[in-house]
């Protein structure tokens, strides 16, 4: 991916590639090697950085078939947003360029299915500091269904959509470098059945 030239749409369709090869069980592994590591003692240029669940189940290198120093990744429950990680994010496009910014939704997810039975079957709030996914998840829940979402991938693809549209809603510098075609911003889901990433929604491209 490193050798792309600078295109937001063409370094999403390379990640796909990755995609598609780890979903068919054929990856090519790269940016892997001892002189790759050697080479980033020197700095990072990632092309892409992807906000994603921290569930287990959605290794992010993994599942875009990519290597060392290829994304820069930030991870939370649920893909919730607070300040810091929009500072992390931030920092990704205007600090080190990349050109596409992934919020990565997925199959399964628990923060998403927890808020949807507190929203819509009366569940108990989560104790401590768990509220706080309920409490910025449930309004993806509540407009999916005004929507005609019902299932549990409608809710998770509404979800990374929302995300997206607050990051563009309250980062400046975001909405900026989309606005100026530097940077694009997609929303997406990873199936965990088949291995497979939706695009779900994109800005830029």
């Keep these: 991916m490193k050798n792309l030239p600078r295109d937001p749409k063409l370094v999403w369709e390379g990640l796909l590639d990755g995609n598609r090869r780890f979903a068919e069980g054929a990856p090519l592994h790269p940016n892997q090697s001892v002189s790759r590591r050697e080479e980033l003692k020197l700095g990072q240029s990632p092309r892409a950085a992807v906000l994603t669940c921290g569930d287990s189940r959605v290794p992010v290198e993994l599942l875009f078939d990519v290597g060392l120093g290829d994304i820069f990744t930030v991870r939370t429950a649920g893909e919730v947003v607070d300040s810091a990680v929009l500072a992390s994010l931030e920092f990704a496009v205007a600090g080190l360029g990349v050109e596409v910014m992934v919020v990565l939704g997925h199959e399964s997810c628990g923060a998403v299915r927890a808020t949807a039975e507190v929203v819509l079957e009366g569940a108990d709030v989560p104790v401590g500091h768990q509220r706080t ?49 530097t940077t694009a911003v997609v929303a997406a889901r990873y199936r965990l059945a088949d291995g497979l990433v939706e695009t779900v929604s994109t800005e830029g491209i």
């Design 133 to 181: 996914l309920v409490e910025q998840i449930a309004p993806s829940i509540l407009e999916s269904k005004t929507k005609g979402g019902h299932t549990a991938a409608d809710f998770e693809r509404a979800h990374a959509q929302a995300v997206v549209a607050k990051i563009m809603q309250i980062s400046p510098v975001i909405a900026e470098a989309v606005k100026n075609g």
